[in-house]
């Protein structure tokens, strides 16, 4: 049982809008830590996609955005592509786990 | 450029010993914090421990607590995780991240090594 809640899928056509859920409580996303986004393609390590809540690395597209609001965090992905198919995590620390901690993961599917 | 590049892993005994290593090149090593994240089978990321840029402090997950021990020689920028009393569920695809943020503690992974595999199997 992992300590974010995601939903453990989401889909939608080639060029709509998605958006994944991470749901934490009072230690993690609610105490003010940043959360941060990762996609994972099959058998690759994961890629860091948002972070401290809606900041973008060099070289993520700005199709990717994140929010966060009170114990809750979004990711949404606009123009969806096939190759954006893959699994998508949330992260952030949590104050009792003294560490990082992860969502279980939504595996999108773009149909 | 950053790099991890992964060594170690591979199929063990139970309660058997491990020694997983990271090197990293392309960034100041001692500046970050550093961490390992493990991915069973089919499932979802779980961080394992992390370490401190000079390396005196470190955190375990409750999971690994008292059979794991992370280092690092920052003289050589390698990261070392040092895996003991394996158990079958300590089965995993074994990451190293660096921390996206200077400080004491891990705060996200905005580089990670290509895994190394871990197997736990009589």
């Known amino acids: 049982q992992s300590v974010l809640t995601q939903p453990p899928s989401v889909s939608g056509a080639p060029g709509q809008r998605v958006t994944v859920s991470c749901t934490g409580t009072?230690?993690?996303?609610?105490?003010?830590?940043?959360v941060h986004w990762y996609q994972q393609l099959p058998g690759t390590a994961p890629r860091l996609l948002i972070y401290?809540?809606?900041n973008r690395p060099s070289g993520v597209p700005d199709r990717f955005s994140g929010s966060k609001s009170g114990t809750s965090a979004s990711l949404a992905i606009t123009g969806l592509q096939a190759d954006d198919e893959a699994d998508y995590y949330c992260?952030?620390?949590?104050?009792?786990?003294?560490?990082?901690?992860f969502g279980g993961g939504t595996k999108l599917t773009v149909l | 450029e950053v790099q991890l590049l992964q060594s170690g892993g591979g199929l063990v005994q139970p309660g058997g010993s491990l020694r997983l290593s990271c090197a990293a090149s392309g960034f100041r090593f001692t500046n970050y914090a550093m961490a390992w994240v493990r991915q069973a089978p089919g499932k979802g990321l779980e961080w394992v421990s992390s370490i401190s840029g000079s390396g005196t402090s470190t955190y375990y997950a409750d999971s690994v607590k008292g059979r794991f021990t992370v280092s690092r020689d920052n003289s050589n920028n390698t990261l070392l995780l040092l895996m003991s009393s394996l158990r079958a569920e300590d089965t995993a695809i074994y990451y190293c991240a660096k921390s996206g943020a200077s400080g004491t503690l891990f705060s996200h992974g905005d580089y990670w090594g290509q895994g190394t595999p871990v197997t736990v199997s009589s």
């Open positions: 009072i230690s993690n996303i609610g105490a003010g830590y940043g």
């Open positions: 992260q952030s620390f949590d104050s009792r786990v003294r560490g990082p901690v």
């Open positions: 401290d809540n809606d």
